[in-house]
């Protein structure tokens, strides 16, 4: 995952709350919440940035903590609420 | 609900921007200081409504003359669509009945609020379902009491089971699809789960279960309705085999004191996560807490519903630390949090005692000791009887006469004598 690029699904929102925020699949109806600021960010800024790696990168957060955003990444994954980028031919 | 648990990050009592509002905890020690908006809201659109159901929530019959205009609604959901509240449960009263009900409907879908409706069904026609089945990010709840006409019209009032079944037959040849029946669990429906399950099934809808409420009329028929304690039990036995696909709007955390939560977040979200705006504009902490006790504010007189959510004092209050009073010394204190608030109050036991369904037992005692259940603070019932009013009395005779009284005239000898019945 850390080198494919991803973005926040464009079915859904994220409502800032302040234990981080509330996203909302408008598809799916699925509501989740994202327990840390660090992670709202992190989730915003995938859209900007080549690959995930390099969101994380943008993020400052530190490397040892890369293993269990990524594992939250995965958990948005899969109810698509982060979906990845096609690749240019 | 999927909780997203970013493991290996909490670190507790972090300071930041919202002053000295702890970080990290559980998710539900997050939603108790509140959220910026709510999660789930509830809209009662109208007090007008063509049933006259024992057991409403809002004692619902007669419109309110103050009923917010078409205008006034809109521009109600052009604020939730600012605040990100992205759905809103609308009930009533009769919901259906407001004539601009499906502009309403659409108007909201429009500007991302989706909506979930609770209906008797009285207005699905089979056109209705049809638009109904065409548009995304709409529910509806379809209310059933009984799984059977019997059950149902005793308290929902003749000829309700049959418009109800219409509607849902209605949505089902529509290709509506995942329509929610909505039942509320009473003494003379907890034995009817496997029935409604399988009428669920049948209609391609989904069983929502929820909790009898003492409020509104509810509180009249809440003596006679609520479930017995050994019914909890089945309930409880019921939910946790069958519980997987079947809703409870979470309104069953009174019953985790039996050991074991149920899935959902097992919390009053009420002014926390939860809050009610009923058909004047008036915001109340929870659907089942319509009283002035617990009344935040007014969204014309108070600034808008935003200002109400985030500032008013009640809501203040009840997001701040609770006492958990006489239940402290409960071992099951923090799998149920005391229970319900508004079934608290509205009979009349103390806010931070034992709800009156406690499962360890300590309600039934709190109700047998002194209390004073609060007079209702509005009523919009219809003032007379109509014809497809619930009629819950039952004709029966006094078990310990035999005969008529005697009459003081009666001049016969053997006047009052009746002779032993040979065993």
Known sequence: MLDEAWQLSPQVA????????????????????????????????????????????????????????ETALRRLAATDMIRRVAKEP | MTLLEDAGLQDRQRPNSQGDRPM????????????????????????????????????SGRRDPRELST??????????????????????GEPTIRPDFWHLLQYAVDHQVGVKFSTNGVRITPERARFLAST????????????????????????????????????????????????????HNVGQLDEFKALADEHGATLRLTRLRPSGRGADVWDDLHPLPEQQRVLFDWLTAHGENVLTGD?????????????????????????????IGDVYACPFAIHDE???????????????????????????????????????????????????????LPMDGPDPECVQGYGESALAADRVVPAPSQDHSLPATTRNQPVMLQ?????????????????????GYRPLRPH
């Open chain 1, 14 to 69: 994220l409502r800032p709350e302040p234990f981080g925020a509330l996203a909302y699949h408008f598809g799916n109806r699925r509501l989740t919440f994202l327990r840390r600021p660090e992670l709202v960010a992190l989730v915003r800024g995938l859209g900007d940035s080549r690959d995930v790696r390099a969101a994380l990168e943008a993020s400052g957060l530190p490397a040892a903590h890369w293993p269990a955003y």
């Open chain 2, 24 to 59: 990290g905890g559980t998710l539900v020690e997050q939603f108790e200081l509140g959220l910026d908006a709510p999660i789930c809201l509830t809209w009662e659109l109208t007090y007008a409504c063509n049933l006259a159901c024992a057991h409403c929530l809002s004692s």
């Open chain 2, 71 to 92: 205008r006034q609604c809109e521009a109600v959901i052009d604020e939730l669509q600012r605040m990100q509240v992205f759905y809103v449960n609308i009930g009533g």
């Open chain 2, 136 to 187: 995304d990010y709409v529910d509806v709840q379809v209310s059933l009491d009984g799984a059977t006409a019997e059950v149902n019209d005793h308290i929902r009032g003749p000829g309700s089971y049959e418009t109800a079944s219409r509607a849902l037959q209605n949505l089902a040849d529509a290709g509506f699809r995942d329509a929610k029946i909505s039942v509320v669990v009473t003494r």
């Open chain 2, 251 to 279: 309104s069953f955390f009174h019953l985790a004191g039996f050991g074991e939560s149920l899935p959902g977040l097992n919390l009053c979200g009420a002014g926390r996560v939860v809050c009610l705006i009923d058909p």
């Open chain 2, 294 to 348: 617990f009344h935040a504010g007014n969204i014309l007189h108070d600034g808008g519903f935003q200002r109400v959510w985030q500032t008013s004092q009640l809501f203040q209050d009840l997001r701040a630390p609770q006492s958990s009073g006489a239940c402290t010394s409960c071992a099951f204190y923090d799998s149920c949090r005391g229970g319900c608030m508004a079934a608290k109050f509205f009979t009349g």
């Open chain 2, 395 to 415: 004709l029966t005779r006094r078990p310990d006469l035999a005969a008529p009284p005697v009459s003081a005239c009666a001049e016969d000898p053997l006047a």
